[in-house]
Nanobody, 126 residues
Framework: QVQLVESGGGLVQAGGSLRLSCLASGRTFSRPGMGWFRQAPGEERKFVATINYSGTTAYYTDSVKGRFTISTDNDKNTLYLQMDSLKPEDSAVYYC???????????????????WGQGTQVTVSS
């Protein structure tokens, strides 16, 4: 089992920045690819960004490219999402996730993830 705890969400004005963190514990000897997803009220959970375990490959949904950066610090068992130039449409609950079976590759598909955090709220005011 892998436990994931997100932090860093909050209220920010449009154009501002936030950095989300996701601390992993439990079976951290596995080396899974990691991802960030978000869910706005009344909508399905959607892919935001993913990174492989080694940190050499990352993918982003089109709407955040050039504004968000995903990264990992494996020594600290922590995943990050740096969010710059935030827009009101970025408002959502953000979830981090770890791939099932410790698979190290990045993935944009939510069904590839077996471990999820509890989520952290991000609200961007206009």
């Amino acid at each position: 089992q892998v436990q994931l705890v997100e932090s860093g969400g909050g209220l920010v004005q449009a154009g501002g920045s936030l950095r989300l963190s996701c601390l992993a514990s439990g079976r951290t000897f596995s080396r899974p690819g990691m991802g960030w997803f978000r869910q706005a009220p009344g909508e399905e959970r959607k892919f935001v960004a993913t990174i492989n375990y080694s940190g050499t490959t990352a993918y982003y949904t089109d709407s955040v490219k050039g504004r968000f950066t995903i990264s990992t610090d494996n020594d600290k068992n922590t995943l990050y999402l740096q969010m710059d130039s935030l827009k009101p449409e970025d408002s959502a609950v953000y979830y981090c996730a770890a791939r099932s079976f410790g698979l190290p590759a990045a993935s944009m598909a939510s069904h590839d993830y077996g471990f999820w955090g509890q989520g952290t709220q991000v609200t961007v005011s206009s």
